[in-house]
């Protein structure tokens, strides 16, 4: 099991930026691929961007598509997400998981462990 404690959320105005971090301890952070969800109040959880093993793959939601990043450092056990132009609507609940394989999924049934979320608000 891995251990992920996210970070790095909080109230910005809508066309700002934010740097999530994701923590991950207690078993090879290389050997997951990782990825990041989010849920808003009233909505399913749903798919932002996930990260192949070695980096070499990134996968995002069309919604954010251009103005996120995801990266990750596994020196340092490390996933993070970029993000930039924020808009109200990426409010939300930010969670980073962890996916015992190679290539990052789009489904939370996909991954494996779950970090607790990180409140992301964008005001108008």
């Known amino acids: 099991q891995v251990q992920l404690v996210e970070s790095g959320g909080g109230l910005v105005q809508a066309g700002g930026s934010l740097r999530l971090s994701c923590a991950a301890s207690?078993?090879?952070?290389?050997?997951?691929?990782m990825g990041w969800f989010r849920q808003a109040p009233g909505k399913a959880r749903e798919f932002v961007a996930g990260i192949s093993r070695n980096s070499g793959r990134t996968d995002y939601a069309d919604s954010v598509k251009g103005r996120f990043t995801i990266s990750r450092d596994n020196a340092k056990n490390t996933v993070f997400l970029q993000m930039n132009s924020l808009k109200p609507e990426d409010t939300a609940i930010y969670y980073c998981?962890?996916?015992?394989?190679?290539?990052?999924?789009?489904?939370?049934?996909?991954?494996?462990?779950w970090g607790q979320g990180t409140q992301v608000t964008v005001s108008s």
């Open positions: 207690g078993r090879t952070f290389s050997n997951y691929a």
């Open positions: 998981a962890a996916r015992n394989r190679v290539l990052p999924g789009t489904e939370s049934f996909e991954y494996d462990d």
